[in-house]
């Protein structure tokens, strides 16, 4: 016996913890680790190994006649090609706020979805935009150039 | 003669004629309606109305109570359950192939296109009317003990409400779906802006994960759609009936709703014409007396001044929900539900729109992503959870704007709630903001000080004015909520009316410039 007999308790306020709760919360509580552990599992389902999605590097073949500082986008990308007295380089035209696809216009970008604005280089001129548009690796091959949308350069990298 | 009566045939005969009798009977064991008895085993028998308790109070009978928000709400939910099942027949979750079956619902399907109708307005209906049911159990303090839980679990009931309402709004897979769940995913993503500024991304990039996990790619593609359309249809409808359940179940656990204490005095006149079943308060209710702990929130209050539940409170949910129907229907009558054309992952909308009651975020979300989308709302929602637990007096509960200030502080905190808000956006628009003064200012900056988070400090700052002067939590809430409620309305009329290409200000859609 491990209450005092002096004690007085109700039968709606019985001792503390008397064994048989001790084991009952022992077993709740492996079979509350288990569940956890089995969620942890069942959690990491939703986040595939590989996403699905089309491959990230792709060939271009710039036309000869592009004008400095017009844009060329390859059809189906979301990609800005351009060639100067330097070299082509090729900038992302997904915007840096929320997703959306800028367009190239005269002085830079634009967004359409809430009005941020880039430069040429692709520096934020305007609106929410957190940071510039970045620009894509472009290297020799392929067609003309292979450009990877999943690598990023330092801006004023030129091939 | 009584021999032949007695013959088996003749029993088996007498029987037959009686089955539609006697399965009415073994349906509805109580009898009929008609005595204060047999209303109630009508209600205790029955396992969709014994959520209600057998006899409910004049107070709460009252149109000004409640003014049938709760039921509008729980009949849209129905309405979208019967018309969104009717609309899986047809529906095809796949990119493009979705569009086409929602043509096809559209134009070939009889009563497709009415349907889809009246699934979109039943939707809106929901939305607007679990805002306005939150709106009510605030201002009649309806949130305080011993119903903090329900509040609680209303709370979760508008974030179910909305995400279904987000996560419908893909399916149709036209352009207006495509580019506002791209601008919804990256919002999702937004917490980058804070862990750039803090230059961990590499190492913790909790916002790409976020995203990653809702669209299941890297972009909204077939992966997104399928998550999406499971849950819509099933995760998110089984989430909103459990918490319906618990939702109604708390109400009548929770004594009914809310009343002011002298309650009773005050509806004598019409309790008058009703005769109570008995008049001395229980000591105690019986069968839990011996299990639980406490009392029940009946225990030491009689039912005087309470009516049947059948036929009083049935029949005026039975109207709301004929009201709600008939609303649907006759909105969706009027007004088709938009299909813009197919989804273009190369060209966005222009303007972009997620559905009007997002409009007001994307209004914020138009100055700073991660404060607009993520750090805003979550201090609303975090704040609007909490009040039961912040505003702890006892005075003006179950009375419309009951409290200190009453109702001329929430006249107060409108006018102000408006004022701000739109001298805020006025001049954010007239003026811009701090990019375009120092092109050079850091991210984090802008995060931080923006018109969104501007608003929200000026709202804070009212609030706790309010708090000081009147000495009391509820002044506090009733100033806050009605600001933000006002900020709210503002930013989601600039959001629909007054945002057109490019998120560029207009006074109307005909001054759009073409693009």
Not at chain 1, 94 to 122: Q, R
Request: with cysteine; glycine share 8%; proline share 7%.
């Amino acid at each position: 016996m491990t209450t005092k007999p002096t004690e007085k308790r109700s039968r709606f306020e019985p001792e503390p913890m008397p064994r048989r709760d001790f084991l009952g919360l022992a077993a709740l509580a492996s079979m509350a680790a288990a569940f956890f552990v089995s969620m942890f599992g069942m959690l990491k389902l939703p986040k595939a190994a590989v996403s699905a999605s089309p491959a990230k590097k792709f060939s271009v073949a710039l036309p000869d006649a592009l004008p400095v500082g017009e844009a060329f986008v390859p059809p189906g990308r979301s990609v800005a090609v351009f060639r100067d007295g330097e070299g082509v380089f090729a900038i992302s035209t997904v915007c840096t706020h929320l997703g959306c696809i800028v367009k190239p216009n005269a002085n830079g970008f634009e967004c359409p979805c809430h009005g941020s604005g880039f430069s040429k280089d692709g520096s934020v001129t305007k609106g929410p935009a957190p940071k510039p548009l970045p620009w894509l690796k472009v290297s020799k091959g392929g067609s003309g150039f292979v450009i990877d949308e999943e690598a990023t350069v330092k801006t004023g990298t030129k091939v | 003669m009584g021999e032949a009566n007695r013959s088996a045939l003749n029993e088996f005969w007498v029987n037959l004629k009686s089955v539609p009798s006697q399965i009415y009977r073994a349906m509805f064991r109580g009898g009929a309606p008609v005595s204060d008895r047999t209303r109630s085993s009508f209600v205790f028998g029955n396992v969709f109305l014994h959520l209600h308790s057998v006899r409910t109070h004049l107070w709460s009978l009252r149109w000004s109570a409640t003014m049938g928000l709760g039921i509008i709400t729980t009949a849209a939910f129905l309405i979208t359950l019967v018309t969104g099942v009717l609309l899986m027949f047809y529906y095809k979750p796949y990119p493009d192939v979705a569009y086409q079956s929602i043509k096809d619902i559209h134009f070939i399907v009889p009563t497709g296109r009415f349907m889809r109708n009246i699934h979109r307005w039943a939707a809106n209906v929901m939305v607007v009317a679990v805002l306005l049911h939150m709106a009510r159990a605030f201002y009649t303090a309806s949130y305080r003990k011993p119903r903090e839980f329900n509040w609680f679990i209303g709370w979760g009931l508008l974030v179910t409400t909305l995400a279904l309402s987000f996560t419908g709004y893909l399916l149709p897979w036209d352009q207006l779906a495509y580019w506002a769940i791209t601008i919804g995913a990256n919002i999702a993503q937004s917490p980058r802006e804070i862990t750039d500024a803090m230059g961990i991304t590499q190492f913790f990039d909790i916002g790409a994960l976020q995203r990653e996990v809702l669209l299941g790619s890297d972009k909204v593609g077939e992966e997104s759609l399928i998550r999406f359309y499971l849950l819509h249809v099933m995760i998110l409808p089984i989430v909103m009936a459990m918490l319906m359940a618990v939702h109604f179940w708390r109400i009548r656990k929770d004594g009914g709703l809310a009343k002011p204490v002298d309650v009773d005095a005050r509806v004598k006149a019409d309790a008058q014409e009703h005769y109570p079943v008995f008049t001395e308060e229980p000591k105690k209710t019986y069968q839990l007396a011996a299990v639980v702990k406490g009392r029940t929130p009946a225990v030491g209050s009689g039912p005087e001044n309470t009516v049947p539940s059948m036929p009083h409170l049935f029949y005026a949910e039975l109207g709301v929900l004929m009201f709600t129907t008939l609303i649907c229907l006759v909105l969706a009558f009027v007004s088709d539900a938009p299909l813009k054309e197919l989804a273009n992952p190369l060209v966005p909308e222009n303007p972009a729109k997620a559905p009007w009651y997002f409009l007001g975020l994307q209004e914020i979300v138009s100055f700073s992503a991660f404060m607009g989308g993520i750090g805003i709302p979550m201090l609303c929602w975090i704040g609007l959870g909490l009040i039961p637990f912040l505003d702890k007096e006892t005075e003006g509960t179950g009375e419309w704007f009951g409290g200190p200030g009453g109702a001329k502080l929430v006249g107060w905190s409108m006018i102000y709630g408006f004022a701000t808000s739109i001298a805020v956006e006025a001049f954010a628009i007239r003026f811009g903001w701090l990019r375009e003064w120092f092109p050079d200012i850091p991210q984090l900056v802008i995060t931080l000080v923006n018109p969104g988070t501007v608003i929200t400090v000026l709202y804070a700052g009212f609030s706790i004015w309010a708090l000081k002067r009147f000495n009391s939590t509820r002044a506090g809430a009733l100033a806050l909520f009605t600001c933000f409620l006002c900020g709210f309305i503002v930013l989601t009329v600039i959001g629909t009316y007054f945002r057109g290409p490019n998120w560029e200000f207009f006074w109307s859609p005909s001054d759009w410039s073409a693009h």
